[in-house]
């Protein structure tokens, strides 16, 4: 199980993956806030049921089961709706689900809590 459902949302919005220097630098603190609140919109979109409250149950998830096609992990009716609802062109093609991603209003800007996805 992967903890922490804000990491997705940040990640998405981070568009960072590295900063490679060779400046001394000193490690921020942890971020240990909630960025969900009470929300629970990506839990109520997810099509396969993958996420919980700070969870995330990868064998149900639908981008690991569209980037692992020949993973046993991935549960039977995952696979079946992964195979309703994705296709792809060959079988090396990138392929994921951003439905999560999608509804979150986390790092939309003020007042994006208040809006519709």
Do not use: W
């Amino acid at each position: 199980m992967v903890t922490k459902r804000e990491v997705l949302s940040f990640v998405e919005g981070l568009g960072v993956s590295a900063v490679l220097t060779s400046a001394a630098l000193e490690p921020d603190e942890p971020y240990v806030g909630d960025l969900c609140g009470g929300c629970t919109r990506c839990i109520d979109a997810c099509p396969t049921g993958a996420l919980k409250p700070h969870e995330l149950d990868i064998r149900r998830c639908l981008t690991y089961a569209a980037e692992n096609p020949f993973s046993v992990e991935v549960e039977d009716d995952v696979r079946e709706l992964e195979a309703r609802l994705i296709r792809r062109p060959t079988l090396n093609s990138f392929i994921e689900c951003t439905i999560c991603q999608d509804v979150c209003p986390t790092g939309r800007g003020p007042g994006a809590e208040d809006q519709s996805p």
